[in-house]
């Protein structure tokens, strides 16, 4: 059974920092291309960024260039959200996802989905 567990989440001040991190188990998780998603209430989900298999390539839409960093180990199965200088508009529940092909920003191609992790940055 696949699963993805996202930690790290909480209340923070704007400015502030937290990484997240997506513990899989079920799969061989080398094998799978890895994103993050986030999703507001009210609002559409929206991709935050995706890592190739190996961890060696990068993708992330214009609006997180710069403060996101995405990174993974797949010794420990797990894949990382660094976030910096954190606004109240980045204020989410962060989701983390896992398919075999590269489908980036495509969320309902995705085969697994973790159930989140609220992050909440507070003005």
């Known amino acids: 059974q696949v699963q993805l567990a996202e930690s790290g989440g909480g209340l923070v001040q704007t400015g502030g920092s937290l990484r997240l991190s997506c513990l899989a188990s079920?799969?061989?998780?080398?094998?799978?291309?890895m994103a993050w998603f986030r999703q507001a209430p009210g609002q559409d989900r929206e991709f935050v960024g995706a890592?190739?298999?190996?961890?060696?390539?990068?993708y992330y839409p214009d609006s997180m260039k710069g403060r996101f960093t995405i990174s993974r180990d797949n010794a420990k199965n797990t894949l990382y959200l660094q976030m910096k200088r954190l606004k109240p508009e980045d204020t989410a529940v962060y989701y983390c996802?896992?398919?075999?092909?590269?489908?980036?920003?495509?969320?309902?191609?995705?085969?697994?989905w973790g159930r989140g992790t609220q992050v909440t940055v507070s003005s």
């Open positions: 079920g799969l061989h998780f080398g094998n799978y291309a």
């Open positions: 890592i190739t298999w190996s961890g060696d390539n990068t």
């Open positions: 996802a896992a398919d075999p092909s590269w489908w980036l920003g495509v969320w309902d191609e995705y085969d697994y």
